[in-house]
């Protein structure tokens, strides 16, 4: 449970502020939002779960970052595409505007949270050592 929560929030800091930045510098275009999420997926790739360093080779966070990228742009596309139109007014950060559920500033912080968590989840702890087989004599 403890992994699912430190995925939770390293997705939702790094996605969050990729998400704050476009909605602070109104950039709502579709081809920021795809380059938002893939960035997002690709930073939450390399921060969640085992730290770079103590991965086994170096290839294992160029991997989580590369796969990352691909779901953020995934996830972004279905999230263009499926999810309903909703349209929120911002006023209390001096007056950003209208906040769209279209739009990179909201699909960026869930991309993180979902991806974030999957990661910890899956490469977020020691692996407990396999006992060794028990050899069988034959007589």
Known sequence: MLRVIVGLLKGAVIGGGVGYLLLRFGWPSTVLAYL???AVGAVVGVVAGRAPWRAETIWTPVIKMVVGSLVGVGL?????K???DFT???KQLGD?????LHSAPVLAP???MLYGIFVEVDDGGNKKPSP???SRSSS
């Open 36 to 38: 938002a999420c893939a």
């Open 132 to 134: 060794p087989a028990a």
């Open 96 to 100: 950003l505007g209208e906040l769209h």
């Open 76 to 80: 972004c596309a279905l999230g263009l």
């Open 88 to 90: 929120v007014h911002v």
């Open 110 to 112: 869930l991309i993180g």
């Open 82 to 84: 499926l999810l309903p």
